[in-house]
């Protein structure tokens, strides 16, 4: 049997798994073998440095929403932007708000 691998390249899986069948390669893929289909990978280290938004939205203080209903909204002043790649040079006070894109980094 082939058991020919190739490392360091990336298949679609339809493509990894025709060239699986193609070359009869199933009972290549077994922990005796020490090679399997999938694994966990674990980064030793968070990918970014930062907490980040995962929507789009507003950063603001969870104590100016304290008690804010849809029938008694809080209002907010947006003060800025969070620049899209960078850290934002402002923060928050009382009473304030920034719009924020996904993925941006957090105010303190």
Do not use: H, Q
């Not at 440095?49 to 100016?64: K, P, Q």
């Amino acid at each position: 049997m082939d058991c020919m691998w190739y490392n360091k390249e990336y298949f679609l899986p339809k493509d990894a798994l025709n060239l699986i069948i193609e070359r009869n390669l199933l009972k290549c893929l077994s922990p005796e073998t020490g090679r399997v289909i999938y694994e966990d990978i674990f980064a030793p280290e968070d990918l970014s440095g930062f907490n980040r938004s995962i929507v789009d939205g507003f950063a603001v203080r969870a104590s100016d929403t304290f008690g804010a209903k849809e029938t008694s909204p809080t209002y907010l002043t947006l003060k800025d932007d969070i620049p899209m790649g960078a850290m934002p040079d402002f923060s928050l006070n009382i009473g304030e708000a920034a719009s924020i894109a996904t993925g941006e980094c957090f105010l303190k």
